[in-house]
């Protein structure tokens, strides 16, 4: 199993953005593991139009939504399941600004099963990242 994490980034006012990284397994013969690889980042009005999705793949993996707060350091480890959907998540609306899309786009991750979010998962991480991207948004965003 794959082990992601999301880190909360403390910004001005109170406020903080998401970032989500992906652990490099540890080969054989290592001392340590490779440093982790950042997958995306969240702020601003995205973040909050999507707190609801992001408080679900907390609770799936134990945590309490309440938790989420900009001085959190330590950071919550994700299973693979939730961190594929929260990638996705990330990347499809990173550079998105209308809350209507933002809100489609979000929906339809969450909606999406388990080998659908890998299939685009492996997609946007392995393949042409930006064609990938752009067919999800507009799948997903009307």
């Not at 540890?26 to 982790?36: L, T, V």
């Not at 480890?77 to 990347?91: M, N, T, W």
């Amino acid at each position: 199993m794959q082990e992601f994490q999301l880190r909360v980034v403390p910004l001005d006012n109170n406020s903080f953005a998401l970032e989500l990284y992906q652990c490099a397994y540890k080969k054989s013969g290592e001392k340590k593991r490779p440093a982790a690889k950042r997958l995306g980042r969240l702020k601003g009005n995205a973040l909050v139009q999507t707190r609801q999705a992001i408080y679900s793949y907390l609770k799936a993996n134990k945590y309490d939504p309440k938790t989420l707060t900009y001085s959190r350091q330590t950071p919550y480890v994700l299973d693979e399941e939730s961190g594929v959907s929260v990638a996705l998540l990330f990347q499809a609306l990173q550079p998105l600004s209308k809350p209507e899309r933002i809100a489609n786009i979000s929906q339809g991750i969450t909606a999406m099963s388990n080998e659908e979010a890998h299939y685009w998962f492996a997609k946007v991480t392995n393949g042409k990242r930006s064609p990938a991207l752009k067919a999800m948004r507009v799948l997903l965003g009307d």
